[in-house]
C-alpha cells in the first residue's frame, strides 16, 4: 500500500511511502486487540483501593450480648461486618491488575490495529518537519492544514521532539508519541494516525 506524502500546508509533495503489507495489511485479530487493550487499561489503574477489615476497626472487643437465649444471631463484638459501624467482610485490598501477554500476541494486536487504520484511509503520512520553538499556534495550524480539527488525532514521530510534543500539548483531541511507544490502545482511540515520514521506517522494522 502506498500513501502520498504531505506537507505541513497538507499539499502533496509528489513523493509516496509504501506502507508494509505485513504490518499494515493483514487480516486483523480482534481477540489480540482485546487482549492488549486490556492490558494497557489494567496497567492503568493504581490498586490502591482499601477497606479495614474486623481486626482494623477501632472498639471494644467486649462481647456485646449473651451467647443465647436473645432469639438473634450470636455476635461476639460491635466490630462484627454485620453491625453499623463494623468491619468490611471481603472489602478490597491493595493490588496489582497487571497480566502477561506473549510479545508475539502485543505485535500482532498493533498490527491488527494498523491494519484497521489502513483499511478505513484513517492514516496521513507527513514530510518531517520541525517547531523552531514551542508554539501552540503553529501546530494548530498543522492540524488545519490537514484538516483534522474535531478529530481524535495521534502523531507518530520517529524519536522524541520536546518543542513539538509542548505545542502540542493544550491543542483537545491530539496526542504525540513516538513510534516505539505506539500502542493498540492509542492507535484505537485516534480516529487519524499521522505519521512523520521517517517514522514509518522506524515503526515496521521494530514490527
Given at each position: 500500500?502506498?500513501?502520498a506524502?504531505?506537507?505541513?500546508?497538507?499539499?502533496?509533495?509528489?513523493?509516496?511511502?509504501?506502507?508494509?503489507?505485513?504490518?499494515?495489511?493483514?487480516?486483523?485479530?480482534?481477540?489480540?486487540?482485546?487482549?492488549?487493550?486490556?492490558?494497557?487499561?489494567?496497567?492503568?489503574?493504581?490498586?490502591?483501593?482499601?477497606?479495614k477489615?474486623?481486626?482494623?476497626?477501632?472498639?471494644?472487643?467486649?462481647?456485646?450480648?449473651?451467647?443465647?437465649?436473645?432469639?438473634?444471631?450470636?455476635?461476639?463484638?460491635?466490630?462484627?461486618?454485620?453491625?453499623?459501624?463494623?468491619?468490611?467482610?471481603?472489602?478490597?485490598?491493595?493490588?496489582?491488575?497487571?497480566?502477561?501477554?506473549?510479545?508475539?500476541?502485543?505485535?500482532?494486536?498493533?498490527?491488527?490495529?494498523?491494519?484497521?487504520?489502513?483499511?478505513?484511509?484513517?492514516?496521513?503520512?507527513?514530510?518531517?518537519?520541525?517547531?523552531e520553538?514551542?508554539?501552540?499556534?503553529?501546530?494548530?495550524?498543522?492540524?488545519?492544514?490537514?484538516?483534522?480539527?474535531?478529530?481524535?488525532?495521534?502523531?507518530?514521530?520517529?524519536?522524541q521532539?520536546?518543542?513539538?510534543y509542548?505545542?502540542?500539548?493544550?491543542?483537545?483531541?491530539?496526542?504525540?508519541?513516538?513510534?516505539?511507544?505506539?500502542?493498540?490502545?492509542?492507535?484505537?482511540?485516534?480516529?487519524?494516525?499521522?505519521?512523520v515520514?521517517?517514522?514509518v521506517?522506524?515503526?515496521?522494522?521494530?514490527?
Amino acid at each position: 500500500m502506498e500513501l502520498a506524502v504531505l506537507n505541513i500546508q497538507g499539499e502533496e509533495t509528489g513523493r509516496k511511502v509504501l506502507l508494509n503489507d505485513s504490518v499494515f495489511g493483514i487480516e486483523p485479530n480482534d481477540h489480540a486487540i482485546y487482549l492488549d487493550t486490556k492490558q494497557f487499561l489494567a496497567n492503568q489503574r493504581q490498586g490502591t483501593h482499601k477497606t479495614k477489615q474486623r481486626a482494623e476497626i477501632a472498639g471494644s472487643n467486649r462481647k456485646i450480648k449473651r451467647q443465647k437465649g436473645t432469639g438473634t444471631a450470636r455476635a461476639g463484638s460491635n466490630k462484627n461486618p454485620i453491625f453499623r459501624g463494623g468491619g468490611r467482610a471481603f472489602g478490597p485490598r491493595p493490588r496489582d491488575y497487571g497480566f502477561k501477554l506473549n510479545k508475539k500476541v502485543k505485535d500482532l494486536a498493533r498490527k491488527s490495529a494498523l491494519s484497521y487504520k489502513a483499511l478505513s484511509n484513517n492514516i496521513i503520512v507527513l514530510e518531517d518537519f520541525t517547531i523552531e520553538a514551542p508554539k501552540t499556534r503553529e501546530f494548530v495550524k498543522i492540524g488545519d492544514s490537514l484538516n483534522l480539527s474535531n478529530k481524535n488525532s495521534l502523531f507518530v514521530l520517529p524519536e522524541q521532539n520536546k518543542n513539538i510534543y509542548l505545542s502540542s500539548r493544550n491543542v483537545q483531541g491530539v496526542e504525540v508519541v513516538t513510534a516505539r511507544e505506539l500502542c493498540t490502545y492509542k492507535i484505537m482511540k485516534a480516529s487519524t494516525l499521522v505519521f512523520v515520514e521517517s517514522a514509518v521506517d522506524v515503526l515496521q522494522s521494530a514490527l
